[in-house]
């Protein structure tokens, strides 16, 4: 199948008050994230073995296959791309009561949460990605992937929350400052719906 870029679930100019610019969404989505779909969509003309899967069938099929490795990283970064417009929003920062009870069950409070999602995010050795998962044995965790990959491909449990700490998601708005653009997702910008939702779905 050819895969398409959805468009941002809100405006581009929507995030400018809490921290994320109109010149970083346009870029990051209309460049960044459509370079990942083209050339996703390059991959799948020309190989009859990804043809007709979806997204996370492709992702699950060249998991692991270094010989397929740009497939893995462009359709894990389409898929985790598709999550983290999601994962923003311009009333975020305000934590629902489901996923209050469950952060301050798993992690002792939401603080406590924060900050374990900040060492994940700014621990990220170069380009990837932080999230809150839900792992298998039923609790939240937080944890970090590099380049494309996601838990999906981990099998560190169902996403949640994802957050982009690879550089084009924050340079233009907080130059070097990734522990910056860490504090203001969780604080102002993270959609604890979207969270929510995934928790329950
Ligand atoms: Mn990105």
């Known amino acids: 199948m050819s895969f398409t870029l959805p468009a941002l679930p809100y405006a581009f100019t929507a995030l400018a008050d809490k921290g994320m610019s109109q010149e970083t969404l346009e870029l990051h989505h209309d460049k960044h994230h459509q370079a990942y779909v083209t050339a996703l969509n390059g991959f799948v003309e020309k190989d009859d073995a990804l043809k007709n899967k979806s997204l996370e069938?492709?992702?699950?099929?060249a998991n692991g296959k270094p010989e397929i490795a740009p497939v893995f990283n462009n359709a894990g970064q389409h898929w985790n791309h598709i999550h983290f417009w999601n994962a923003l929003s311009p009333k975020g920062g305000s934590v629902p009561g489901i996923l209050e009870s469950k952060l301050v069950a798993d992690f002792g409070s939401v603080a406590a949460f924060k900050?374990?999602?900040?060492?994940?995010?700014?621990t990220q050795f170069g380009s990837g990605w932080a999230w809150l998962v839900l792992a298998k044995d039923g609790t939240l965790k937080v944890t970090k992937t590099a380049n494309g990959s996601n838990p999906l491909a981990t099998g560190e449990g169902k996403p949640l929350l994802g957050l982009d700490v690879w550089e084009h998601s924050y340079y233009v708005d907080f130059r070097n400052h990734r522990p910056d653009y860490v504090t203001n997702f969780l604080d102002r910008l993270a959609n604890y719906e979207f969270a929510e939702a995934n928790l329950q779905a």
């Open 57 to 61: 069938e492709i992702i699950a099929y």
């Open 115 to 122: 900050d374990a999602f900040k060492t994940a995010a700014t």
